[in-house]
């Protein structure tokens, strides 16, 4: 059986974490931090006009669309009548003059005998052996009638359907039991790859040369062969043409027919123009639940139940058509009936276990199937379908057993069915058993080159394996052979979204929804894309569409919730979550999310307890591990963090993402040895990873390694020229050199990307500063704390500039601030020991002072400030031990100046 993979495209999580620096005066140190964001994973005679054809499909009545498509095929349907053989039927096509032209099977005429074509009105015309016009095996003819009489043309569609697709269909024919009148009835068709995949003998179908391309459930009788077989719209979309029968000829499975494009085919390899046809490409649209709910309770979609004393065989073929027609409890009593009056009618065993197998009871049919094969061991379609129902159980090693023997057996009919390699190389996929599932496939194609399940499941493969150019090569051929094929356009839009080719992927997922207008993954899909654009509003109405179509659809509400925490909208957000988690409560996804959510709201403990349920569901979500250590990351639990980092890393030793946010955290914690490596790792996996080396470009900034640390920005900036804080950073280290142009043009730029980056601002005024440009620094801090009034750098060096001025009180105040915003802010507390000290404030400054020792002790500025206020409290000794402490630690960070000068001061003193 075909396995379609990748319906959907859900939204993933991905975190974006990025290191921003601020510089602080007076020998300050620069500050490190991180900003964790997670976000959110297609004429001659008479014809109905177009107009009449859409009529009739946009406007169905659910009490007469059978009726229609009746009166429709009532004028098109001609009898065939013999005189030896019995009656077929046929559909006129085409007009030339008094010439119609007439469709029907060629096993109808293929015998010598007296045929003539009876029309809609009773006229008789005798058909001429010269004018059956047939081609090779193809069971199709075209036979020629004369008239004046002006009669309906049919019109021939030429689309075929999705695989997914279920068409409903009507068959038209005379059959021979009712002595001259015809008879319309209801089915539905499947699309050709999806049809001889689940015929009981679709290796005799797809290698003979018949042309039996179509399979549908219409009930079929003997003398409706060469009937039309009409759409919705009244299209013809072929003929009908035999039935399944196994080898014994008990009548189990479904009819078959001859597709209108072979039709086409024929009429113009006998000369006929195409243009005396009226063909066309339009499709009916979707019928409605009450439209399909009128079919099924309409007498087309009856079937005559046999007489009391009927035979077994007659039970048989009556449950089969009860099963066709998707009545199953009336299909089991009737095959049960069968086998009561024979119990060892094999073939009654086998058809029950596919009514059993088509109400999903598994264990059931399988005991059917088991029966066929204990009463025939080489009953070659048992050992088939028990394979597929033990692969739907994922009880994958029998089912391996179930479908070897069955290419056995199918050896004693001396042929190989391309479904039992296709089933063989979905197991070998589902174990990630990539080489056998592509030797598998490749079987298939070599007995039958001409579906598209073979190319599609190979496409899944590579695309499973990232190689991406197999992948769509593969998709590229399932579309050849299947132009309809939505699965194979979703699937290869996937490969353009890995690729990065969004507007490629765009087209993809916009032909799966024009082939299906319903196609919820195609709205979800495209959905995710215009989220990664950043079109919002196109996003939400295609995630609105997906709901609208489906509202149990978790993805959709997953992907939604995502929009609207890029946009903080928050309580949207986490409605959305909530509405995912309450469809789906075991979809660790939406935990995940949600946990994002909260942690874009720092509302910690909310996301730890998601992010741990995300893990409880699924302890190998690596990208949980990394949600949870970003949350301990910021609550500044290192360890804790460190230890969630390595279990993301331990599970998916290639996720780029946990190797960068462990090299966050040596970088607080200033191991620049492990965050080069981590960094540098996450460079290996992800080269265009700008994050990456803005922040690698931090870790040689702090070792004043200037140059690499310029290479690094200017890599960020060439993957990502809008890049603010990479801007920022390398404003930093001309700001470091002295090189103020350089670092003022690096300023201006993050500040014209991001105009809240306060961190610019406050950057730029100490460039401001250091040029004694006092207004533009203050202007600078002034707009870095309204951006950010918890800024307690700002607040700093505006004291700076303010003590500059002498104006001490405002100086004072914004230390205060600065040490209220970070209590342990040790320069702001010797900054203002210093006003202190210059207001002769001793003991507030010494409190200042103090308190700047007690936070660093290796801080030699407020040593040198406490050693003048124990001078001015007449302390000499203590000043004197201050002072030669400032001393020793200036000279070991290689301040000389400081330290001369300072030992200067001491010698002074000491006179």
């Known amino acids: 059986?075909?396995?379609?993979?990748?319906?959907?495209?859900?939204?993933?999580?991905?975190?974006?974490?990025?290191?921003?620096?601020?510089?602080?005066?007076?020998?300050?140190?620069?500050?490190?931090?991180?900003?964790?964001?997670?976000?959110?994973?297609?004429?001659?005679?008479?014809?109905?006009?177009?107009?009449?054809?859409?009529?009739?499909?946009?406007?169905?009545?659910?009490?007469?669309?059978?009726?229609?498509?009746?009166?429709?095929?009532?004028?098109?349907?001609?009898?065939?009548?013999?005189?030896?053989?019995?009656?077929?039927?046929?559909?006129?096509?085409?007009?030339?003059?008094?010439?119609?032209?007439?469709?029907?099977?060629?096993?109808?005429?293929?015998?010598?005998?007296?045929?003539?074509?009876?029309?809609?009105?009773?006229?008789?015309?005798?058909?001429?052996?010269?004018?059956?016009?047939?081609?090779?095996?193809?069971?199709?003819?075209?036979?020629?009638?004369?008239?004046?009489?002006?009669?309906?043309?049919?019109?021939?569609?030429?689309?075929?359907?999705?695989?997914?697709?279920?068409?409903?269909?009507?068959?038209?024919?005379?059959?021979?039991?009712?002595?001259?009148?015809?008879?319309?009835?209801?089915?539905?068709?499947?699309?050709?790859?999806?049809?001889?995949?689940?015929?009981?003998?679709?290796?005799?179908?797809?290698?003979?040369?018949?042309g039996y391309e179509l399979i549908y459930t219409n009930l079929t009788q003997r003398g409706m062969s060469g009937g039309p077989l009409l759409d919705a719209n009244g299209q013809v979309i072929g003929i009908n043409a035999a039935v399944e029968q196994d080898t014994r000829g008990a009548e189990i499975g479904y009819a078959v027919g001859v597709p209108a494009s072979n039709l086409i085919t024929l009429a113009k390899t006998k000369g006929i123009p195409l243009e005396q046809l009226n063909i066309t490409t339009i499709a009916p649209l979707q019928l409605t639940q009450a439209e399909v709910a009128s079919l099924k309770t309409h007498p087309s979609f009856a079937v005559d139940k046999p007489p009391s004393n009927a035979k077994a065989s007659d039970w048989l073929t009556y449950g089969n058509q009860l099963w066709r027609l998707e009545k199953f409890n009336e299909a089991i009593s009737a095959l049960q009936k069968a086998i009561k009056l024979k119990p060892k009618l094999s073939q009654a065993y086998y058809a029950l276990g596919l009514v059993y197998y088509s109400e999903a009871q598994y264990q059931e049919a399988l005991q059917q199937f088991d029966k066929v094969i204990k009463l025939e061991p080489y009953y070659y379609p048992a050992w088939r379908e028990k394979s597929v129902i033990l692969s739907q159980l994922e009880k994958y090693q029998d089912a391996l057993i179930a479908i070897d023997k069955a290419i056995e057996t199918a050896k004693e009919y001396s042929y190989d069915d391309f479904n039992l390699y296709l089933s063989r190389g979905n197991i070998y996929s589902n174990q990630k058993k990539w080489k056998l599932a592509i030797a598998d496939y490749n079987k298939a194609i070599q007995i039958n080159s001409n579906l598209a399940s073979p190319y599609y499941n190979l496409g899944n493969v590579y695309f499973y394996q990232n190689q991406w150019e197999l992948a769509i090569a593969d998709f590229n051929k399932a579309i050849a052979k299947n132009p309809y094929l939505r699965a194979a356009y979703n699937n290869r839009g996937f490969v353009y979204v890995k690729q990065k080719k969004e507007e490629l992927a765009i087209a993809d997922f916009n032909k799966a929804i024009q082939i299906s207008p319903t196609h919820v993954d195609g709205y979800n899909n495209r959905g995710v894309v215009y989220k990664n654009q950043k079109k919002w509003e196109l996003a939400i109405a295609d995630f609105n569409k997906t709901i609208s179509l489906a509202p149990n659809y978790a993805y959709a509400y997953l992907n939604r919730g995502s929009v609207y925490s890029d946009q903080?909208?928050?309580?949207?957000?986490?409605?959305?979550?909530?509405?995912?988690?309450?469809?789906?409560?075991?979809?660790?996804?939406?935990?995940?999310?949600?946990?994002?959510?909260?942690?874009?709201?720092?509302?910690?403990?909310?996301?730890?307890?998601?992010?741990?349920?995300?893990?409880?569901?699924?302890?190998?979500?690596?990208?949980?591990?990394?949600?949870?250590?970003?949350?301990?990351?910021?609550?500044?639990?290192?360890?804790?963090?460190?230890?969630?980092?390595?279990?993301?890393?331990?599970?998916?030793?290639?996720?780029?993402?946990?190797?960068?946010?462990?090299?966050?955290?040596?970088?607080?914690?200033?191991?620049?040895?492990?965050?080069?490596?981590?960094?540098?790792?996450?460079?290996?996996?992800?080269?265009?990873?700008?994050?990456?080396?803005?922040?690698?470009?931090?870790?040689?900034?702090?070792?004043?390694?200037?140059?690499?640390?310029?290479?690094?920005?200017?890599?960020?900036?060439?993957?990502?020229?809008?890049?603010?804080?990479?801007?920022?950073?390398?404003?930093?280290?001309?700001?470091?050199?002295?090189?103020?142009?350089?670092?003022?043009?690096?300023?201006?730029?993050?500040?014209?990307?991001?105009?809240?980056?306060?961190?610019?601002?406050?950057?730029?005024?100490?460039?401001?500063?250091?040029?004694?440009?006092?207004?533009?620094?203050?202007?600078?801090?002034?707009?870095?704390?309204?951006?950010?009034?918890?800024?307690?750098?700002?607040?700093?060096?505006r004291g700076l500039v303010y003590s500059s001025q002498n104006q001490w009180e405002l100086a004072i105040a914004d230390y205060t601030k600065a040490i209220s915003t970070e209590p342990n802010f040790a320069q702001a507390y010797n900054n203002r020991g210093l006003v202190y000290l210059n207001q002769n404030q001793l003991q507030l400054a010494l409190t200042d002072y103090n308190k700047a020792i007690q936070i660093n002790a290796n801080f030699a500025q407020p040593y040198l400030g406490r050693g003048w206020v124990w001078m001015q409290l007449g302390e000499k000794q203590k000043a004197l031990n201050d002072l030669q402490t400032a001393a020793q630690l200036f000279y070991q960070q290689g301040n000389m100046p400081a330290y001369q000068q300072i030992m200067n001061t001491i010698a002074q003193i000491q006179q």
């Open 568 to 797: 903080k909208k928050w309580e949207l957000a986490i409605a959305d979550l909530n509405k995912t988690i309450q469809i789906a409560p075991d979809y660790a996804d939406a935990y995940n999310n949600r946990g994002n959510v909260y942690f874009k709201q720092k509302k910690w403990e909310l996301a730890i307890a998601d992010y741990n349920k995300a893990i409880q569901i699924n302890p190998n979500f690596f990208q949980a591990y990394t949600s949870r250590g970003l949350v301990y990351d910021n609550q500044k639990k290192w360890e804790l963090a460190l230890a969630d980092y390595n279990k993301a890393i331990q599970i998916n030793p290639n996720y780029d993402l946990a190797y960068y946010n462990r090299g966050v955290v040596y970088s607080y914690q200033k191991k620049w040895k492990l965050a080069l490596a981590d960094y540098n790792k996450a460079l290996q996996i992800n080269p265009d990873y700008a994050d990456a080396y803005n922040n690698r470009g931090l870790v040689y900034f702090y070792q004043n390694q200037w140059e690499l640390a310029l290479a690094d920005y200017n890599k960020a900036l060439q993957i990502n020229p809008d890049y603010a804080d990479a801007y920022n950073n390398r404003g930093n280290v001309y700001k470091d050199q002295n090189q103020w142009e350089l670092a003022l043009t690096d300023y201006n730029k993050a500040i014209e990307i991001n105009p809240n980056l306060a961190q610019s601002y406050n950057n730029r005024g100490l460039v401001y500063l250091n040029q004694n440009q006092l207004q533009l620094a203050l202007t600078d801090y002034n707009k870095a704390l309204q951006i950010n009034p918890n800024f307690a750098q700002a607040y700093y060096n």
């Open 1 to 210: 059986m075909l396995k379609l993979n990748m319906g959907h495209f859900a939204a993933k999580t991905i975190f974006i974490a990025s290191l921003n620096t601020l510089l602080i005066a007076s020998g300050a140190q620069s500050q490190l931090l991180e900003v964790s964001q997670p976000v959110n994973s297609v004429s001659l005679g008479q014809t109905f006009s177009d107009k009449q054809i859409q009529e009739l499909a946009t406007n169905p009545s659910p009490i007469n669309l059978t009726e229609k498509i009746d009166r429709i095929a009532q004028q098109i349907t001609v009898r065939i009548d013999s005189q030896k053989n019995g009656n077929g039927s046929g559909v006129i096509i085409g007009k030339k003059g008094q010439t119609y032209y007439v469709v029907t099977a060629k096993h109808v005429v293929k015998n010598p005998d007296q045929y003539q074509i009876i029309t809609p009105d009773g006229e008789k015309y005798p058909l001429k052996t010269e004018d059956i016009l047939t081609s090779g095996g193809l069971d199709a003819a075209i036979i020629k009638f004369r008239s004046p009489k002006s009669y309906q043309l049919a019109i021939i569609a030429t689309y075929d359907i999705d695989f997914e697709t279920r068409q409903w269909v009507f068959l038209s024919g005379f059959p021979g039991s009712l002595n001259g009148t015809r008879k319309l009835t209801s089915g539905f068709r499947f699309s050709r790859d999806r049809g001889l995949l689940k015929t009981t003998d679709n290796f005799t179908l797809e290698n003979s040369t018949t």
